[in-house]
């Protein structure tokens, strides 16, 4: 088998899919994946990008490099892995920030490395914001006050995992969470720690490979006043969490005074 078939068998493996799953993503037969897997025939050129983007790893790798003998992490530090980042430009050339709309965010998983898709977006400049690349994302949920839905968050680019800072916070763009914006807690062996400001939220783990792109944060656009109230129902669940770990303190204590009695 080539050096190819072994990396999407691994890759495959890796994120726990079957063959079917994989081919259904790619659109093709469940057949005509497995013939790309054990080294029968190889994907024309459009396929073998689609693959690349879907695996968000680049040809380059793909072709050429035996991923099972490289670390995650390591893999991902190479330049060569680094996937172009498109941008959109004003009349003079200048770099402009595009805005991810806040009812289609999920499709910027589809598109981030689409030009096309990058300079159909709406831009805006901001002065005080250069050296870097910006881009402006936007806010869900209530992890993340003083952010409320309709807000936006302004990132820097950031080229690697290496480069997080502990205790700042980012826009991590992931394939199975999409567009999350969390503080960067941590690394571990496999994955970074991030979590919410709203303590009612637990913080949790990011695989390496799930990792598509991040942002600094850099500044935020508020189109409506976060309002004092608003900090309510975060005291309210608060108080909830506090409530549910008094629940699991008491719940331990009763257990360990069974087993005592036993």
Same mark, same amino acid.
């Given at each position: 088998?080539?050096?190819?078939?072994?990396?999407?068998?691994?890759?495959?493996?890796?994120?726990?899919?079957?063959?079917?799953?994989?081919?259904?993503?790619?659109?093709?037969?469940?057949?005509?994946?497995?013939?790309?897997?054990?080294?029968?025939?190889?994907?024309?050129?459009?396929?073998?990008?689609?693959?690349?983007?879907?695996?968000?790893?680049?040809?380059?790798?793909?072709?050429?490099?035996?991923?099972?003998?490289?670390?995650?992490?390591?893999?991902?530090?190479?330049? !060569?892995?680094?996937?172009?980042?498109?941008?959109?430009?004003?009349?003079?050339?200048?770099?402009?920030?595009?805005?991810?709309?806040?009812?289609?965010?999920?499709?910027?998983?589809?598109?981030?490395?689409?030009?096309?898709?990058?300079?159909?977006?709406?831009?805006?400049?901001?002065?005080?914001?250069?050296?870097?690349?910006?881009?402006?994302?936007?806010?869900?949920?209530?992890?993340?006050?003083?952010?409320?839905?309709?807000?936006?968050?302004?990132?820097?680019?950031?080229?690697?995992?290496?480069?997080?800072?502990?205790?700042?916070?980012?826009?991590?763009?992931?394939?199975?969470?999409?567009?999350?914006?969390?503080?960067?807690?941590?690394?571990?062996?496999?994955?970074?720690?991030?979590?919410?400001?709203?303590?009612?939220?637990?913080?949790?783990?990011?695989?390496?490979?799930?990792?598509?792109?991040?942002?600094?944060?850099?500044?935020?656009?508020?189109?409506?006043?976060?309002?004092?109230?608003?900090?309510?129902?975060?005291?309210?669940?608060?108080?909830?969490?506090?409530?549910?770990?008094?629940?699991?303190?008491? !719940?331990?204590?009763?257990?360990?005074?069974?087993?005592?009695?036993?």
């Amino acid at each position: 088998m080539s050096v190819f078939s072994n990396n999407i068998r691994f890759l495959r493996a890796r994120r726990k899919l079957s063959q079917q799953n994989v081919a259904n993503e790619l659109m093709i037969s469940r057949v005509r994946y497995s013939k790309y897997e054990n080294g029968i025939s190889e994907p024309p050129i459009e396929l073998l990008i689609k693959i690349s983007k879907y695996f968000h790893v680049s040809i380059d790798l793909m072709l050429s490099v035996d991923l099972e003998k490289h670390p995650m992490d390591e893999m991902l530090k190479l330049p !060569d892995n680094r996937i172009v980042l498109p941008v959109a430009v004003d009349t003079h050339g200048n770099d402009t920030i595009e805005i991810i709309p806040q009812k289609a965010s999920m499709g910027y998983l589809e598109g981030y490395s689409d030009v096309e898709y990058i300079e159909s977006l709406q831009r805006i400049a901001l002065p005080f914001l250069n050296n870097g690349k910006y881009r402006a994302f936007p806010a869900d949920g209530d992890s993340m006050p003083p952010f409320r839905n309709g807000s936006y968050i302004v990132g820097k680019y950031v080229e690697g995992i290496n480069e997080l800072k502990e205790g700042k916070t980012y826009v991590f763009v992931t394939l199975n969470d999409g567009i999350t914006y969390k503080r960067f807690k941590e690394r571990k062996e496999n994955a970074i720690c991030v979590s919410a400001d709203n303590s009612f939220y637990e913080p949790y783990d990011i695989p390496f490979e799930e990792v598509v792109e991040i942002w600094q944060y850099a500044s935020g656009i508020f189109p409506e006043d976060f309002e004092p109230g608003d900090y309510e129902s975060y005291n309210f669940k608060e108080m909830f969490r506090e409530l549910r770990q008094d629940i699991k303190d008491l !719940d331990k204590k009763i257990s360990g005074r069974r087993r005592k009695q036993l």
